[in-house]
């Protein structure tokens, strides 16, 4: 009838390394970009913007 004993020093310490890893995981869904990455999407950016500017009319 006994049930498993727990240490509840361990047990506080993993739920929070849990809740903390879960946060981890969802900010590196949301910002977790390589650098290359932000490089190469920031040249595209530049790129866009300098041909969106060539287009431009001169009045």
Do not use: C, P, Y
Not at 52 to 59: P, Q, V, W
């Amino acid at each position: 009838m006994t049930g498993k004993i727990v240490n509840l020093r361990q047990a506080r310490k993993r739920k929070a390394r849990e809740r903390d890893a879960k946060t981890g995981d969802a900010n590196a869904a949301r910002f977790g970009v390589s650098k290359h990455d932000r490089e190469v999407r920031a040249r595209e950016e530049a790129k866009a913007s300098r041909d969106l500017d060539g287009h431009k009319r001169e009045t």
